[in-house]
């Protein structure tokens, strides 16, 4: 079993920063990649961005250019740098790995808890 612990949400108001971090634990015998999502109410859940083994990186298009992903290999972190924060970036960020949990080629995706961000006016 993989475990993803997160941190760094709160509350902050409309231009400043946050940034959120993520460590996997656990069963882990190679992490393919390891990403952020988020929900706003009433919305479905969307990639905001990830990073995969490689260090090749993917972001939706309304956080380019303002969010950073990165990953800190040796202790299966990682970060989401977000600035120039806007009110529509509020909604529970979740933490995503893809791993494999034995030598087998077989991977399973993995959440973490989840955590709040909201941007205010």
């Known amino acids: 079993q993989v475990q993803l612990v997160e941190s760094g949400g709160g509350l902050v108001q409309a231009g400043g920063s946050l940034r959120l971090s993520c460590s996997a634990s656990g069963s882990i015998f190679r992490l393919n990649a390891m990403g952020w999502y988020r929900q706003a109410p009433g919305k479905q859940r969307e990639l905001v961005a990830r990073?995969?083994?490689?260090?090749?990186?993917d972001y939706a298009d309304s956080v380019k250019g303002r969010f950073t992903i990165s990953r800190e290999n040796a202790k299966n972190t990682v970060y989401l740098q977000m600035n120039s924060l806007k009110i529509e970036d509020t909604a529970v960020y979740y933490c995503?790995?893809?791993?494999?949990?034995?030598?087998?080629?077989?991977?399973?995706?993995?959440w973490g808890q989840g955590t709040q961000v909201t941007v205010s006016s």
């Open positions: 990073i995969i083994s490689g260090g090749s990186t």
């Open positions: 995503n790995c893809n791993a494999d949990p034995t030598i087998v080629r077989r991977s399973f995706d993995y």
